[in-house]
């Protein structure tokens, strides 16, 4: 699953081309640099890898979010639609915009219910978010038909879904926007970094120039350059750029070793009865980062996990019903607006309401989830050493 399993020579190599001039910024300096540009080389590759007119490279996938939503014009008090299963940062991004985040249920896909998604829309909604969770996509058609009828913005959160498509498109470049992130234990890493990838020219041009301070980058030099609207800092150093040039070159290796072990270890756990997996909306376009599954009921799951725990075979496991970042049941600062700074009133008001709503169709789902990382490292061999232990542990806790 993450990128950093493989981090070698190519990687090194890479970051001391950047070391080697010791120009660590991605703008300016275009003697001293020698013609390294490490960030403009991944972004173009980005561009090309995953069918994107364009790709803004940013610090974090966090940051990413953040500029597409400045870049497609949501700000104070619109309604942004998301999942109720996604991690903290896609909420954090639109409280960071001063928009309201409002969280719905998930279905079988683990991703956005078409139907709440539909029931959740107000005057004030401006955006659907899908979080394509753990390597696999949300019902995009259905999404984006929604957003056409009711005139909304659809920006993708593909932080975690890199290499996986949906029609043969790559996700994060089906919506006005997408973003990946280049987090440590992303399918490929920059160490940190995220990208805004939109084929929406004035898009991609907003962003640019959000991520650096507002710069128009038009002038002879960064001095010359003016601020048509402010900005922040949100750029990738070229060190961290470096890194992603020879992930990215890896990442079809990575997707080849991903298919096989998560298709090796599913043979085994097909074999559990009553168990069910996670509905993919186009099967051919999983990344196979993850394998999600179903037991029949909470409490078979509890036992499940119980099992694996004393049999040592838990870690790589993730039961997210009971996880403090991927959840809602846990989000207990989010419930609370526990911030450091004075939200709106709107914000507030929206944040205690979460308090009281249920997420009964997301429980009822969450609870009987577990997701199993899949490593790049796994020999063949020691996926079917995995796959059978954690078969007959499972079997016997049910039986
Ligand atoms: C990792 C991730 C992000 C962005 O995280 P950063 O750590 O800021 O790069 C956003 N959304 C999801 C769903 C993620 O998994």
């Not at 998560?262 to 097909?270: D, F, G, Q, W």
């Amino acid at each position: 699953m993450p990128g950093f399993e493989f981090f070698g020579e190519e990687e090194r190599k890479e970051v001391n081309d950047v070391l080697e001039t010791g120009i660590l910024m991605r703008y300016g300096f275009d003697g001293p640099r020698k013609g390294i540009w490490k960030s403009k080389e991944l972004e173009q590759a980005i561009c090309s890898k995953f069918g994107s007119e364009y790709a803004q490279l940013t610090s974090s996938g966090t940051a990413a979010l953040t500029t597409a939503m400045a870049a497609l014009g949501i700000g104070a008090g619109d309604e942004v639609i998301m999942p109720a299963f996604t991690f903290v940062a896609s909420f954090e991004a639109v409280l960071s915009m001063g928009a309201v985040p409002v969280l719905v249920d998930i279905d079988s896909s683990l991703t956005l219910a078409p139907d709440a998604v539909k029931a959740a829309i107000t005057s004030k909604t401006k955006c659907v978010m899908p979080v394509h969770m753990c390597g696999s996509m949300a019902d995009l058609d259905a999404l984006k038909a929604i957003c056409a009828e009711h005139k909304l913005i659809l920006l993708e959160d593909a932080c975690q879904s890199i290499g996986g498509t949906y029609k043969g498109k790559a996700l994060g470049t089906i919506g006005d926007a997408g973003t990946f992130s280049f987090d440590f234990v992303k399918t490929i890493t920059c160490g940190e970094g995220g990208v805004v990838m939109t084929n929406n020219k004035e898009v991609y041009i907003k962003a640019d120039a959000f991520t650096d301070h507002g710069h128009d980058h038009l002038g002879v030099d960064r001095g010359a350059d003016l601020h048509p609207f402010l900005g922040y800092n949100f750029r990738i150093s070229e060190l961290h750029a470096a890194v992603g040039v020879a992930q990215i070159k890896k990442l079809d290796t990575f997707l080849a070793l991903q298919k096989r072990n998560n298709h090796i270890l599913k043979s085994y756990m097909e074999q559990v009865p009553g168990i069910s997996f996670r509905t993919v909306p186009d099967p051919s376009g999983d990344s196979y980062s993850f394998l999600s599954w179903f037991l029949p009921s909470q409490e078979a799951t509890e036992k499940a996990i119980e099992a694996m725990k004393t049999a040592g075979i838990l870690a790589g496991n993730f039961y997210w019903f009971a996880n403090n970042w991927h959840y809602i049941r846990k989000w207990d600062h989010l419930k609370t607006a526990k911030s450091l700074y004075a939200l709106s009133d709107v914000q507030q008001k929206a944040l205690t309401t979460l308090q009281t709503n249920t997420f009964a169709k997301s429980d009822a789902i969450m609870s009987r989830c577990i997701s199993t990382a899949i490593s790049l490292t796994w020999t063949e061999e020691q996926v079917h050493e995995k796959g059978a232990k954690c078969l007959a542990v499972i079997k016997e806790a049910l039986s």
